[in-house]
Structures are given as C-alpha cells and as structure tokens.
C-alpha cells in the first residue's frame, strides 16, 4: 500500500528535460543517462520536494485510464526503480 | 571520481619504475606551489573554433608536438581561448597504474576550487579556470608515452568543455565524409567506430574515436576532426570542418539496415556519448540542450552492420 502523505525529493545532482512528453534524466556521479516513459516522466516531473504522492496519484489517474488498483502498482514499482539508482530520496 | 570508458588504462612499457606506489590526490597546497616550466616554447593548436596555446615547453617538446599535431597548429597571432601553462610535476606520478596486462576504465578525477577546476588522472594533474581562459597542466614525464598520453588526456577534457561553451560538442564517435559530408558513427566501445573508418578506404576519415560538433555558417551543424588521437588512434589529416549529414548508432548485425530513432531516445543516445561533460550537473544540463537542439535538424539512425562496407547501401539509399 503507498503511503499517499509521502513526500519524496529528486535527487538533487540529477539533470533532466523532457523531450516530446518523455524526461531524459542524467544522474552525473554515475554518468547514467535514462529516458523515461510518458506515464514516468509525469511523475517524476511532479516530484519536486512539496506534492504529495497522493497528489502525484490523483494527476495521473486524471491524465491516464487506469484503475486505482493498477496504477498503485505501476507507481510502487516504478518508485521502487528510482530509489534503487537513487534518483530519489 | 569521474569514470570514463574511453581509454582503458593500460600500463605503458617501461613505466612501471615510475608509478606511484600509492594515489596520490594533489590538493590546494599542490597546486598552490610553483613548478618549473619545461622551457619557453609555446605551441598555438586550433581545433574547430577553439584556440588553445600551450606554453612552457622546451624546444624539443614543441617540435615534436608541432609535427605531430599538425595540421592543427597556428601562428600564435590572435588572442586564444584558453591559455595552458605547461609544468614539469613534482611526484612521479598522480594515480597508481593498473598492473601490467590489467584492463580498468581510465581513471580521472575531478574537482572544483572556487572557479577552478582541478583535475588529475595517473600521469597528469592540472587545473582549469574557464572563465578567465586559463589553466596549468603538471606531467610527470618530458617525454615518451606518459608525457603523450597526460598531455592528450588533458587536451581532450579542455576540448570537450570549452566546446560545449561556444555551443558545440565533442562526441564519442567516429567521423567519415564522403561527397563533401560528414556522417558520424557513435556508440559505446566495442560498437565499431574504427571499423566503419576502415571499411571506408577512400573516404576522408575525420576520426576514428572522437569527433567534434560545431556550428558552421547560418548555424549549420558541421563535424570535424580533433588531434589527440594518442598511438592507437589516428590523427586527421584536416582541420576542416564538413556538414554533418546524420548520426549512427552502430550496432554489430548480421543483418545491414537502419531505423529512426525517437528523438528522445535518439538525444539521450547521443548525450551518453559524450566523453566528460556529463559529471557536472549544470554541464550536463547544457549538454542535453546543445544535443537536443542539434537533433532538431540532424537525423539520427539506429544503424545495424556488418563487417563489410554495404552499410553504406543502406546510408546512401542504393
């Protein structure tokens, strides 16, 4: 279960832009370039340190057909990636 | 530390004797005392839009460097970009080689001081301060393959930076014209940068490892050649700059085809492959837009090959 109050922070060396709706992200003390899908460039750009992820949720569940159930799951899994090359804290 | 795949650190011949038996990381105190200059000979090398002046050499350095790096070598009669005071170092080495026969990526490290830059690696340490175009470059050797490669290494790491500054970039592939433009081959090591510029015998190789991105007249993207191609790598024939007809991601394929990529993908394709400018959050930023912006009018392929040269069938269209 996600915890919708969590507030997460990118990590703040990375570099990033969003090209054609997809974030090409560069984490620079590991030299790694990553591209993004759509759904992961939308909430990796609303990671900013304020929103909650509740609030990052609801954005993409209002952007994307998805039911709640899945899109919880994509998200985790999808956060879990990040916080495993440590692209957020 | 900055990791780079470029040049994998092979030991040379004969400098086991002066390898540290430790790191040693040269901090403010190094590079705050003042070291001797080889002589007064000074070398002015134009790459592209960039002029770098090397100063400090000895007669003998900067002859041999004038032959080797020619024909990018000037009269020294405009104001350079960026101004290298050349010094002999006071250890025997910065970082420990690998032992001989050991492969490991090329070690440089980084870091800043103020408005400096301070970099070093196994046979080099120096500093940068870019906006005020000047820099001191400490080898552990006068000459023969140390002195080779510190200088070069060193060179590379300026060209990529002061680039990047006047809008260009230094790419991580090989360079090819042919009828008067330049296709570029790109692509982690191992993906066959030099393979395609062998394949190529009558074409004029630009480079076959490293390859600058310029902005021509109007603001045309044109590709040319740099000098520090060190032993194994060749060193152009021009200093000429081409305008640049498509990237190549090469990738090695029974098959011979290639394929859009999209362009996304295609500028983070290309921002991997760029030797580095891509440790520094802010350079990296910049990178990603000057490649962005490039990939607005050039073209990049996925190009899957063979070792023979019917990719260019495939590039030409026949």
């Given at each position: 279960?996600?915890?919708?109050?969590?507030?997460?922070?990118?990590?703040?060396?990375?570099?990033?832009?969003?090209?054609?709706?997809?974030?090409?992200?560069?984490?620079?003390?590991?030299?790694?370039?990553?591209?993004?899908?759509?759904?992961?460039?939308?909430?990796?750009?609303?990671?900013?340190?304020?929103?909650?992820?509740?609030?990052?949720?609801?954005?993409?569940?209002?952007?994307?057909?998805?039911?709640?159930?899945?899109?919880?799951?994509?998200?985790?899994?999808?956060?879990?990636?990040?916080?495993?090359?440590?692209?957020?804290? | 530390?900055?990791?780079?795949?470029?040049?994998?650190?092979?030991?040379?011949?004969?400098?086991?004797?002066?390898?540290?038996?430790?790191?040693?990381?040269?901090?403010?105190?190094?590079?705050?005392?003042?070291?001797?200059?080889?002589?007064?000979?000074?070398?002015?090398l134009v790459i592209g839009p960039l002029r770098m002046?090397?100063?400090?050499?000895?007669?003998?350095?900067?002859?041999?460097?004038?032959?080797?790096?020619?024909?990018f070598?000037?009269?020294?009669?405009?104001?350079?970009d960026?101004?290298?005071?050349?010094?002999?170092?006071?250890?025997?080495?910065?970082?420990?080689?690998?032992?001989?026969?050991?492969?490991?990526?090329?070690?440089?490290?980084?870091?800043?001081?103020?408005?400096?830059?301070?970099?070093?690696?196994?046979?080099?340490?120096?500093?940068?301060?870019?906006?005020?175009?000047?820099?001191?470059?400490?080898?552990?050797?006068?000459?023969?393959?140390?002195?080779?490669?510190?200088?070069?290494?060193?060179?590379?790491?300026?060209t990529a930076?002061f680039i990047l500054?006047r809008g260009g970039l230094l790419?991580?592939?090989?360079?090819?014209?042919?009828?008067?433009?330049?296709?570029?081959?790109?692509?982690?090591?191992?993906?066959?940068?030099?393979?395609?510029?062998?394949?190529?015998?009558?074409?004029?190789?630009l480079s076959?490892?490293l390859t600058l991105i310029v902005r021509g007249?109007?603001?045309?993207p044109m590709a040319a050649g740099i000098p520090?191609?060190?032993?194994?790598?060749?060193?152009p024939?021009t200093n000429e700059s081409f305008?640049?007809?498509?990237?190549?991601?090469?990738?090695?394929?029974?098959?011979?085809?290639?394929?859009?990529?999209?362009?996304?993908?295609?500028?983070?394709?290309?921002?991997?492959?760029?030797?580095?400018?891509?440790?520094?959050?802010?350079?990296?930023?910049?990178?990603?837009?000057?490649?962005?912006?490039?990939?607005?009018?050039?073209?990049?392929?996925?190009?899957?090959?063979?070792?023979?040269?019917?990719?260019?069938?495939?590039?030409?269209?026949?």
């Amino acid at each position: 279960m996600l915890d919708r109050a969590l507030v997460l922070t990118r990590n703040p060396g990375a570099a990033y832009r969003i090209y054609d709706g997809q974030a090409t992200i560069v984490l620079p003390e590991q030299a790694r370039v990553t591209v993004l899908n759509e759904v992961g460039s939308l909430v990796w750009d609303r990671i900013d340190g304020r929103r909650t992820l509740g609030e990052i949720l609801d954005a993409v569940g209002e952007t994307y057909e998805v039911t709640p159930e899945q899109l919880e799951r994509d998200v985790q899994e999808f956060l879990d990636a990040l916080r495993e090359h440590r692209m957020v804290s | 530390m900055i990791a780079s795949t470029l040049h994998p650190g092979e030991t040379p011949a004969g400098s086991r004797a002066l390898n540290p038996v430790e790191d040693f990381h040269p901090g403010r105190d190094y590079f705050a005392a003042r070291r001797p200059a080889f002589g007064d000979s000074s070398v002015d090398l134009v790459i592209g839009p960039l002029r770098m002046r090397l100063e400090g050499l000895s007669e003998p350095q900067a002859m041999r460097l004038e032959a080797r790096f020619h024909p990018f070598v000037s009269a020294p009669d405009r104001v350079p970009d960026l101004t290298i005071a050349v010094r002999r170092a006071a250890v025997v080495g910065f970082l420990k080689l690998p032992a001989p026969g050991a492969s490991e990526t090329y070690r440089l490290e980084s870091r800043p001081e103020g408005g400096r830059v301070a970099i070093w690696s196994y046979e080099f340490a120096g500093w940068v301060d870019p906006s005020q175009g000047c820099a001191e470059l400490d080898l552990a050797e006068a000459e023969g393959v140390l002195f080779d490669r510190g200088l070069e290494n060193f060179l590379r790491v300026m060209t990529a930076s002061f680039i990047l500054r006047r809008g260009g970039l230094l790419l991580h592939g090989s360079g090819v014209v042919r009828d008067g433009r330049a296709y570029i081959f790109f692509g982690p090591s191992g993906a066959g940068k030099t393979t395609v510029t062998r394949l190529s015998p009558r074409d004029l190789v630009l480079s076959d490892d490293l390859t600058l991105i310029v902005r021509g007249e109007g603001d045309r993207p044109m590709a040319a050649g740099i000098p520090f191609g060190m032993a194994h790598h060749r060193i152009p024939e021009t200093n000429e700059s081409f305008p640049i007809a498509a990237l190549h991601r090469l990738v090695q394929s029974p098959a011979v085809k290639r394929s859009e990529i999209h362009y996304s993908q295609a500028v983070a394709e290309v921002a991997s492959s760029l030797p580095f400018v891509m440790q520094e959050t802010g350079q990296a930023m910049l990178a990603m837009d000057t490649v962005a912006a490039l990939l607005r009018t050039v073209p990049v392929y996925r190009l899957e090959f063979r070792n023979d040269d019917s990719f260019w069938r495939v590039i030409e269209g026949r």
